[in-house]
């Protein structure tokens, strides 16, 4: 595994970062091993990138190595963090 990746807190359309996102800064605080990104209230990459149904999924190194269940009733938080540690 590649070490922990530089963490970022930008916005995707506009690449700064503004006031008024506390749930991304909290989770900047936890040292995420990977870019924190934040689209704009417009949802740009949203309406650009998004798809349906919605799922969470965990990327390596351009690979998916973690595919969750449709959203959003089938998230599950907790096995994306379990997969997580597992990964550390």
Not at 65 to 84: I, N, T
Request: positive net charge; hydrophobic residues 40%.
């Amino acid at each position: 595994m590649v070490g922990p990746l530089p963490t970022t807190l930008t916005s995707i359309s506009t690449g700064t970062w503004r006031k008024g996102c506390p749930h991304a800064q909290i989770l900047v605080q936890k040292e995420p091993l990977c870019p924190v990104v934040v689209d704009e209230m417009k949802n740009a990459a949203a309406v650009k990138y998004g798809a349906l149904p919605e799922r969470l999924y965990v990327l390596q190194a351009g690979k998916v190595v973690y595919k969750g269940q449709l959203g959003p009733w089938g998230y599950d938080p907790q096995e994306v963090r379990s997969f997580l540690e597992k990964m550390k």
